[in-house]
């Protein structure tokens, strides 16, 4: 890393920090774990080599993330197929046995419907509620207009309304992310 402006220890934190996120992101957008893997990788080997480009007083994620869709639209552009959605990635909790396993299948529902939306939508779904983006870092991650956002968001939450899985539990835009 002798190269690059970048401390391999802060390095090895960003990584540690954002790697899984970018993972999950990338493999909700492309439905691929092999195209997430290179997305992922991709992503801080240009993200570290152009990291004298970083503002360090904005926060890392929006930046991160703008480079993976980046990668992964040029990635899909080339490739122009995708594989079919694997699986959502756990995260730990203490819940009981039973619980876990009905949550997993709600989520695993929940993807699959998302997997079904147009690409535009399913990027603004999985920045806004996956990686927890509010709608305005959503927006400049993308590169579209907060309106453009909005629209896009609310289309694909009307389309997964629709889905009568979900008509008894809709997905509410997250207060305070707007």
Known sequence: MKDHPIMQRQARKIFEDHSSYIYG????ITKSP????DVTQETFLRAFG???LYDSSRPIRPWLYRIAINITRSMQRKLRWQSLFGYVPERESGDSLEHIILDHERHAELWEAVSGLSKKQREVITLHYYA???LRETAETLGISIGTCKSRLNAALEKLRSNC???SNPLPVKEGRK
Request: aromatic share 12%; no cysteine.
């Open 50 to 52: 152009k990291y004298h």
């Open 34 to 37: 092999a195209m997430a893997d």
């Open 25 to 28: 992101v990338a493999l909700m």
């Open 132 to 134: 927890e983006l509010p």
């Open 165 to 167: 899985h979900f008509v």
